[in-house]
C-alpha cells in the first residue's frame, strides 16, 4: 500500500522462499581401488544448501555403508567387487546434487599362515592322533583363515598318515612311520597373491610302555572254555612274543598281542612273559595263570 493526501493505491505481491539446493558434492578421500579386510571413511564435501536425505545407487559393496545423517561412506568390504559406479545423492526440498564414484573391492592376498607350535618345533609320537589348525583372523566379523576362495598346501610332503586340508589348512592324522625334525612350507593362494610359512614338525618313535593285560583279574583262567586277554600298551609297539610258550590251546597274535583260545589242559600257576617291541626297544609284562576245571569255582 502506497498513501499521500491525495489517496492511496495497493498492488499484491506473491512469493516463496526457496531452499537452497546442493550445487556441488565430492568425496576428495576416496580411492578407487579398495581391498578386503580394510577398514575406509570417506566424508563428502557439499557445496550449496545442506543436505536433508542421502542416497547411493546401487547398493555400495558389502561391508561399506552410507550414513544417512552426514553423508559419510565407511566401513570394512569383505568381497571382492568389479569395477563400478557408484551415484551418491545429496538433497533438500530445494533440489539434490549427485557425485559419481567408481569403485573396484579386490581380493586381500592372504596372511601367511601361523600354527601355534613351541618354538624348537612340535613332536609327536608314531600312532599319537594330531589335529593342528591354523590361526584365524576376524575380518568384518567373519572369522576365517585369511581370505574366502583360499587353497592351502605343503611342502615337502607330510609324514606318511598326515595330510592338510586343502580349504582350511588344518594339519591331521595318525602317523604310522616316524620322521626327523624338518619344515614344511605352508603357503595359502587365493586370487590376491600368495603367503608361506615354516612349520617344524617331528614324529618320534618311542618304545612301548606300560604293558599289561586288563582282563587277566585273579590270575585263572578255565579248561574248556574260551579265552580273549587283550593288552593295554602306550606307544606303537609293532610286535609281540611271549615266553615259554602258552597253555596247549592258547595263543599269542605277533601283530596286536591278543591272546586267545581255549586252554586244553588244567595246568598249575605259571609265569609267562609277553614282551612288545618296535624299532626304539621293548617292555615286558609278566602273566601269572593257572589253568582250572570250572567246578573248582562251586563251593
Not at 615259554?244 to 600257576?269: F, M, Q
Amino acid at each position: 500500500t502506497a498513501r499521500n493526501a491525495a489517496g492511496e493505491v495497493q498492488t499484491e505481491l506473491v512469493f516463496s522462499v526457496a531452499e537452497t539446493p546442493p550445487t556441488s558434492l565430492s568425496y576428495p578421500s576416496v580411492t578407487s581401488e579398495l581391498v578386503t579386510g580394510e577398514a575406509v571413511s570417506w566424508e563428502p564435501e557439499l557445496q550449496g544448501g545442506g543436505a536433508l536425505a542421502w542416497s547411493v545407487r546401487p547398493d555400495l559393496p558389502k561391508g561399506l555403508e552410507l550414513m544417512a545423517s552426514s553423508g559419510t561412506i565407511s566401513g570394512i568390504p569383505f568381497e571382492a567387487v568389479e569395477s563400478g559406479l557408484f551415484e551418491v545423492a545429496a538433497s533438500n526440498a530445494g533440489g539434490k546434487a549427485v557425485s559419481s564414484l567408481r569403485l573396484q573391492v579386490r581380493l586381500a592376498p592372504p596372511r601367511a599362515p601361523v600354527y601355534r607350535v613351541p618354538a624348537e618345533g612340535l613332536v609327536v609320537e608314531v600312532s599319537e592322533h594330531l589335529e593342528l589348525e591354523p590361526e584365524v583372523r576376524r575380518v568384518s566379523g567373519l572369522e576365517q583363515a585369511t581370505s574366502s576362495g583360499t587353497l592351502f598346501s605343503v611342502s615337502p610332503e607330510l609324514p606318511r598318515g598326515l595330510t592338510i586340508d586343502e580349504a582350511t589348512g588344518v594339519i591331521s592324522g595318525v602317523s604310522s612311520t616316524s620322521a626327523a625334525m624338518a619344515v614344511y612350507q605352508v603357503t595359502c593362494r587365493n586370487d590376491g597373491g600368495e603367503a608361506s610359512s615354516g612349520l617344524s614338525l617331528e614324529v618320534s618313535l618311542r618304545p612301548p610302555s606300560a604293558l599289561c593285560f586288563p582282563e587277566l583279574v585273579d590270575s585263572r583262567l578255565w579248561a574248556k572254555a574260551q579265552v580273549t586277554l587283550t593288552p593295554k600298551v602306550s606307544g606303537a609297539p609293532t610286535a609281540f612274543t611271549v615266553s615259554p610258550d602258552l597253555p596247549l590251546g592258547l595263543s599269542l597274535d605277533a601283530a596286536t598281542g591278543v591272546i586267545s583260545g581255549v586252554p586244553a589242559l588244567v595246568s598249575e600257576s605259571s609265569i609267562w612273559t609277553v614282551e612288545a617291541g618296535n624299532d626304539a626297544g621293548v617292555c615286558s609284562a609278566e602273566l601269572v595263570f593257572s589253568v582250572q576245571v570250572a567246578h573248582a569255582l562251586r563251593p
